[in-house]
């Protein structure tokens, strides 16, 4: 099994450029979450989905970021502008649900400048 | 809401000594535990959980966690370190209402000292 894929594994971009981030789960699984973890916030959970559908993205920071999961196989996570404070690692992570391990990708390490 | 406190930034332990991280968690109900590791440049990897049963649980590699209500802690142990486990480590917690959310504490870094 591949694991969690993600791509690409670094992003520089300017401030106000969008940004794509994007995530293959491992097959079978049905939950995906989006994570950022920043020195100062940690790892802070974004959104996560059951089935292809969101369930909790209370971790949103807000409407420049978005999140989408059009079949079990892929999931995108756009911010559009991107802006400095954005820069982080991005993870994505998937689990068969329930109690089940969360698997985690590489990352995405965003550098906004 | 939960949230997870992992008092120790950084811990810097000898190698073949003994170490203990320290994670306490507030819950107005019933959770599961778990710690997760983090090695340079990877994503994170499920190092052990306790979900119902026995309070202590153990993991492959030599660590173990006991699960304390009383003390709202599940603090990670292993009797002797090695090089190898330099890594962040990651208190996390969700409740057992359905939701897969995780919290996650602010990490440990363990640092092996030759």
């Known amino acids: 099994d591949a694991g969690v894929i993600q791509s690409p594994r670094h992003e520089v971009t300017e401030m106000g450029q969008e940004v794509t981030l994007r995530c293959k789960p491992i097959s079978g699984h049905n939950s995906l979450f989006w994570y950022r973890q920043t020195m100062m916030r940690g790892l802070e959970l974004l959104i996560y989905?059951?089935?292809?559908?969101?369930?909790?993205d209370s971790g949103m920071p807000e409407d420049r970021f978005s999140a989408k999961m059009p079949n079990a196989s892929f999931s995108t996570l756009k911010i559009q502008p991107s802006e400095p404070r954005d820069s982080a690692v991005y993870f994505c992570a998937s689990s068969l649900g329930g109690r089940n391990i969360q698997y985690f990708g590489a990352g995405t390490r965003l550098s906004v400048l | 809401a939960q949230s997870v406190t992992q008092l120790d930034s950084q811990v810097p332990v000898f190698e073949e000594a003994p170490v203990e991280l320290r994670c306490n968690y507030s819950?107005?109900?019933?959770?599961?535990l778990f710690w997760y590791v983090q090695y340079p440049n990877q994503g994170l990897q499920l190092l052990l959980k306790y979900l119902s049963g026995s309070t202590l649980v153990k993991s492959i590699n030599g660590f173990e966690a006991e699960f304390n209500k009383s003390q709202t802690s599940f603090h990670l142990r292993k009797p002797s370190v090695h090089i190898s486990d330099t890594a962040e480590y990651f208190c996390a917690v969700s409740d057992d209402f359905g939701n897969e959310k995780l919290t996650f504490g602010t990490g440990t870094r363990l640092t092996i000292i030759p």
């Open positions: 989905f059951n089935n292809n559908v969101p369930i909790d």
């Open positions: 819950s107005s109900v019933s959770v599961y």
